[in-house]
């Protein structure tokens, strides 16, 4: 993993790389079951396929394929993409929003609980992502940002992050922006630990999730 010129060790990135694989090998292994039952269910609520792919832009830039499970309608991403066509304001613009009818019955409850996200564990076994980092972004926004803002991507995105934590889908895309500069200009390793736990309790208390 390249630290594109941050002050970062190579052993406290492999720390990190390292932390990223053993937890993302075991928790898949854990949650295999679940897993099982949440693609049936999926499946049996609506049409479509249980698994949702994506393109994300990641570390340095480089484009990848995320997955998650399904929670919205089969069309739900082109019109988020003519919803960002339009926009006029990236920074106060809100991905999620109450009461959005393009998402499905078992899609609410999946993402209340976060467990829409657990498909991008195979994401951070991978590489391209990592258990906590930046949020991965579309390249639809991407292609607006400023110099400033590309510094995001110096780091791999991650499942959970300082936005997860700190408002979820409550925050706007300039809000989110402003935690993911923060989280790598400030990275340590035990940051992450402190940032995993915190999503435990966000996760439990459903805070900014719809």
């Given at each position: 993993?390249?630290?594109?010129?941050?002050?970062?060790?190579?052993?406290?990135?492999?720390?990190?790389?390292?932390?990223?694989?053993?937890?993302?090998?075991?928790?898949?292994?854990?949650?295999?079951?679940?897993?099982?039952?949440?693609?049936?269910?999926?499946?049996?609520?609506?049409?479509?396929?249980?698994?949702?792919?994506?393109?994300?832009?990641?570390?340095?830039?480089?484009?990848?394929?995320?997955?998650?499970?399904?929670?919205?309608?089969?069309?739900?991403?082109?019109?988020?993409?003519?919803?960002?066509?339009?926009?006029?304001?990236?920074?106060?613009?809100?991905?999620?929003?109450?009461?959005?009818?393009?998402?499905?019955?078992?899609?609410?409850?999946?993402?209340?609980?976060?467990?829409?996200?657990?498909?991008?564990?195979?994401?951070?076994?991978?590489?391209?992502?990592?258990?906590?980092?930046?949020?991965?972004?579309?390249?639809?926004?991407?292609?607006?940002?400023?110099?400033?803002?590309?510094?995001?991507?110096?780091?791999p995105p991650g499942i959970t992050g300082l936005a997860q934590v700190?408002?979820?889908?409550?925050?706007?895309?300039?809000?989110?922006?402003?935690?993911?500069?923060?989280?790598?200009?400030?990275?340590?390793?035990?940051?992450?630990?402190?940032i995993l736990w915190e999503t435990v309790v966000v996760v439990f208390?459903?805070k900014g999730a719809y």
């Amino acid at each position: 993993m390249d630290n594109h010129g941050l002050n970062y060790s190579r052993w406290q990135l492999g720390a990190k790389r390292l932390l990223d694989i053993l937890a993302a090998g075991i928790l898949i292994i854990i949650i295999s079951p679940v897993w099982l039952l949440i693609v049936l269910w999926i499946r049996r609520d609506s049409p479509g396929p249980a698994i949702f792919k994506q393109t994300r832009v990641g570390l340095g830039g480089q484009p990848y394929t995320i997955y998650k499970f399904r929670t919205m309608v089969q069309n739900a991403e082109q019109i988020t993409k003519t919803k960002l066509e339009n926009v006029k304001d990236l920074d106060n613009f809100v991905f999620q929003e109450k009461g959005d009818s393009r998402i499905t019955r078992s899609g609410r409850f999946l993402r209340k609980t976060s467990l829409d996200e657990l498909p991008q564990l195979i994401n951070v076994l991978i590489g391209n992502m990592s258990l906590v980092g930046p949020r991965p972004e579309i390249p639809e926004i991407v292609k607006h940002y400023t110099l400033k803002q590309y510094k995001r991507l110096n780091m791999p995105p991650g499942i959970t992050g300082l936005a997860q934590v700190n408002g979820r889908g409550d925050l706007t895309l300039g809000e989110t922006m402003d935690y993911d500069l923060q989280y790598v200009r400030d990275w340590s390793l035990w940051r992450d630990i402190e940032i995993l736990w915190e999503t435990v309790v966000v996760v439990f208390t459903g805070k900014g999730a719809y």
